[in-house]
């Protein structure tokens, strides 16, 4: 992951032209699934890479000012939660669960908004997921393999475990 | 001129996952992988699956090959013989039976499968039993029932709601997982007495 010392501005100029239409399209594959190719899942990936790409050019610091631990925790339960929260309101409304025709509202306009109901929820979730896959997975700057090595073998540490 | 480019596309998708195989320096591995994956999402556009192809682009070639990197970063570039001592070396048989089997194995498995392609229909066939069953009412009702042009996001978040939701608890569930495994949690210092 880039430090700070390594900062290139291309890098830098070049993903903050790029952050805002790579977000946009993410809502477009959203908001076009039921027209062409796309939806929940792609858009939210793409919504994810977008943030990668920030942490990429930026570094893990600018990064998490960016998408905070905890906020990126909450939204990931979220998604599930709207997903989950569409299909009671179904049941509100006098259906089964997820049965969208049972909204008060004309036939087709209740499919779509129960669609895209369920969509945000997988978008939500998606991105929130990827974007933590990769702050975890990526190596913290101040551990390299050769000093946890090191830090395992010093005395010290092997004493108090 | 479109079995030329399918067959070019084949071939390519073969040589890379090859490539991959055989590279010991991970990262070009990875990168090789992406354009792997990249191949197969031209392959499925070939093939008329858009969906499939776009979700193949963006999560074969851009996702996986970044947390793949990711996960490189915590390990070391080139795969190496690591020195172990003997003791704990795995044991290498040096047999004609340990060279011989897996071709053995690997031929008759291809030739099974190539036996099970014969009563396959015809590519494309529209009397083929995937064309008859439930594919002409989805194609038929997709639109006025759920309200969706397209009929793939139709049957994922319509039709087979249920299912879409269990996918998004897996993701949710891979993402908890990591969180358990690798988070690294600075707890306030607590004195036992």
């Given amino acids: 992951m880039a430090r700070k010392e390594d900062h290139i501005i291309s890098l830098g100029v070049i993903s903050k032209i790029l952050i805002p239409f790579i977000q946009l399209y993410s809502y477009y594959v959203l908001a076009h699934g039921d027209l062409g190719p796309g939806g929940g899942f792609q858009g939210g990936v793409i919504l994810g890479s977008s943030i990668i790409l920030y942490v990429l050019a930026f570094g893990e610091e600018e990064g998490r000012k960016l998408v905070s631990q905890k906020f990126n925790d909450i939204f990931s339960s979220v998604g599930v939660l709207v997903y989950a929260g569409v299909g009671i309101l179904c049941l509100i409304a006098g259906g089964a669960y997820l049965e969208y025709s049972k909204f008060p509202l004309d036939h087709h306009l209740a499919h779509h908004l129960g669609m895209y109901g369920v969509e945000i929820g997988v978008q939500i979730t998606v991105s929130a997921v990827m974007t933590t896959l990769f702050f975890e997975t990526a190596r913290k700057d101040d551990e390299t393999f050769e000093s946890k090595k090191k830090k395992k073998m010093e005395p010290s540490n092997l004493k108090s475990s | ?193």
């Avoid at chain 2, 073969?14 to 590279?23: D, G, M, N, W, Y």
């Avoid at chain 2, 390990?75 to 004609?96: D, L």
């Fill in chain 2, 1 to 193: 001129m479109i079995e030329i480019i399918d067959v070019f596309l084949l071939f390519f998708i073969v040589v890379c996952s090859v490539a991959a195989i055989f590279l010991k320096d991970l990262l070009s591995a990875i990168i090789i992988l992406a354009a792997f994956s990249f191949l197969m999402a031209v392959e499925w556009t070939v093939l008329n699956a858009v969906d499939v192809a776009f979700t193949e682009a963006a999560v074969g070639a851009g996702i996986t090959s970044v947390l793949l990197i990711a996960t490189l970063s915590r390990t070391k570039r080139y795969e190496e013989q690591v020195n172990v001592p003997k003791e704990f070396a795995p044991v290498v048989h040096k047999g004609i039976s340990t060279k011989i089997m897996p071709i053995v194995v690997v031929v008759i498995t291809g030739a099974v499968l190539l036996y099970g392609t014969i009563d396959m229909p015809a590519f494309e066939d529209p009397n083929a039993p995937i064309n008859k069953h439930v594919a002409p009412t989805y194609i038929h009702d997709a639109d006025h029932e759920a309200g969706s042009i397209n009929i793939v996001t139709a049957i994922l978040a319509n039709y087979r709601g249920y299912d879409t939701l269990g996918e998004t608890t897996v993701i949710f569930a891979a993402g908890i997982c990591v969180v358990v495994l690798l988070r690294r949690e600075k707890w306030p210092e607590k004195k036992i007495t």
